[in-house]
């Protein structure tokens, strides 16, 4: 077993049909058959390049209508590319309908043969794995019953257990967790694990953010059929999060001028800045000890934060720094409404500083966010993200987050 798959700027588009137009051959029969066609095309996923290695499993996310089930049907070769290409090495699995093909009035044994010669297992194979997919999907009992009579949680056991009971070398998984309880979700993980180690190329589509940091390699963030992110997985999906929260709080999404920080960073709406703007980060500083704007500091050293704001209303906002490593995980997030510090109401400039007294992390790049938010956390107003780096440094390296002052004492008894 060793899968891979390569594609390079690819795209696919679909017709468009408004209202009135029909899409069904019944349809068209119902309106007599007046010419429907539409010349309106749109894109569902464009400008995709990526690769995946044997032994690699690549995550995709994105809302619903981002293009991922597009994508894996690419992958499948159910549906071809209109513009670059698509390539796959091996035999391709697909965990996308699960009982595709298998019909309820045929037995569970009776599907089970036919889903077995789909999933690219000859006869002699099936009858020879039999009892092992029988057990796997724990339907002991229920194997000669007719399928019809089978649960949904059932039907999906089967589904499953006949497909990766295959031999695949690319396997494309559309939300892995909807199958079974618990321990059997655990049971499908190590069998995913098991073709991981035996070199097979794997994509799975999934809204379970935690499964797809989890298991990943990659990830792959989609947002309106293309790419937005494509890295590792705790940085992409801690960015798909932050976009995501924004949706759901009825965020619209403010413009302002691109400009640089102190630092070289560029700060550009949408991409590392978020929010409507009515209240509008100018400056973010970044201070030493003494004073000084600094981008290094030493474990347990003190540091502040120094965060310039220009507000174009009247309410109070409340505002946040944060302190992220490398690879998103938060270390530090602190808000003015906690601590008891609220920002003066009323439009004009605004400065605040918050002085961290030591900061006891092991040694690392790190990144601050900022942002100001509505009293209610129902709104962003200007949220930067990982924008303003921050190394730490320490006379060793030690393992894990923290790196607090310390002493051994040792002696013998």
Same mark, same amino acid.
């Given at each position: ?9 690819a ?10 137009q ?5 349809q068209?029969m119902?309106g ?9 095309r749109f ?5 995709i ?15 619903? $209508?981002? %293009?991922?089930s597009?994508l894996?049907? *690419?992958?499948?070769?159910v549906l071809?590319? /209109? !513009? #670059?290409?698509?390539?796959t090495?091996g035999?391709v699995?697909?965990?996308?309908d699960l ?16 889903g077995g010669?789909?999933?690219?297992l000859?006869r ?7 009892d092992e997919i ?12 007719p ?6 949680g059932?039907k ?7 497909a ?6 690319v396997?494309l998984?559309?939300e892995l967790?909807s199958? $079974?309880? %618990? ?5 499908? *993980? ?6 991981l /180690? !035996? #070199?097979?190329?794997?994509?799975l ?15 792959l ?9 494509h ?13 995501m929260a ?8 403010g413009?302002v ?6 630092g ?11 929010g409507?703007?009515?209240?509008e980060?100018?400056d ?10 600094v ?9 502040a ?10 309410d109070?906002?409340?505002l ?8 998103g ?6 808000n ?5 510090f609220?920002?003066?109401a009323?439009?004009?400039?605004r ?14 790049d ?8 509505e009293a ?8 930067h993200?990982?924008v ?6 320490a ?5 894990g ?6 002493h ?5 008894t």
């Open positions: 077993m060793g899968g891979r798959i390569s594609v390079a700027n795209g696919k588009r679909f017709r468009r049909y408004g209202q009135g029909s899409s069904t051959l019944k068209s119902m007599g058959f007046r010419s429907n066609r539409s010349d309106e894109w569902a996923l464009r400008n390049d990526l690769e995946v290695a044997p032994g690699t499993m690549l995550g995709v996310v994105g809302h619903n $209508g981002s %293009g991922k597009t894996l049907r *690419l992958l499948g070769g071809h590319p /209109d !513009e #670059g290409r698509v390539v090495h035999h699995t697909g965990l996308l009982n595709a093909g298998m019909h309820s009035d045929l037995s569970g044994r009776e599907n089970l043969m036919i010669v789909v999933a690219g000859s002699r194979e099936v009858l020879a794995r039999f029988v057990a796997f999907a724990e339907l002991e009992n229920f194997i000669d019953n399928f019809r009579t089978y649960s949904a059932m999906l056991r089967l589904g499953f257990a006949v990766v009971h295959g031999r695949p070398d396997l998984i559309d967790l199958v $079974g309880d %618990g321990a059997f979700q655990a049971k499908c *993980l190590r069998r995913i694990g098991g073709f /180690d !035996e #070199g097979a190329a794997i994509v589509a999934s809204h379970d953010l935690g499964q797809v940091t989890a298991m990943c390699r990659e990830v963030w989609l947002r309106r059929g293309e790419m937005v992110e890295g590792e997985p705790k940085a992409v999906v801690g960015a798909y999060r932050v976009a924004t949706q759901l709080l009825g965020e619209v999404q413009h001028d691109d400009r640089r920080t102190r070289g960073t560029l700060l550009r709406s949408g991409e590392n800045r978020f409507s703007f009515e209240h980060i100018v973010v500083r970044i201070l030493g000890g003494d004073g000084r704007d981008e290094i500091i030493d474990t347990g050293a003190s540091f934060v120094e965060v310039s704001w220009r507000s174009h209303q009247a109070t906002p409340l946040v720094v944060a302190l992220g490593d490398g690879e995980n938060k270390i530090l997030d602190l003015s409404a906690v601590d008891g609220p920002a003066p009323g439009p004009g400039l400065r605040a500083r918050l002085t961290v007294e030591r900061l006891d992390v092991a040694a690392g790190y990144f601050i966010d900022v942002g100001l938010y209610g956390w129902q709104h962003t107003y200007d949220y993200r990982r303003y780096p921050l190394q730490v440094s006379l060793r390296p030690t393992p987050i923290v790196d607090p002052p310390r051994w004492q040792i002696e013998k």
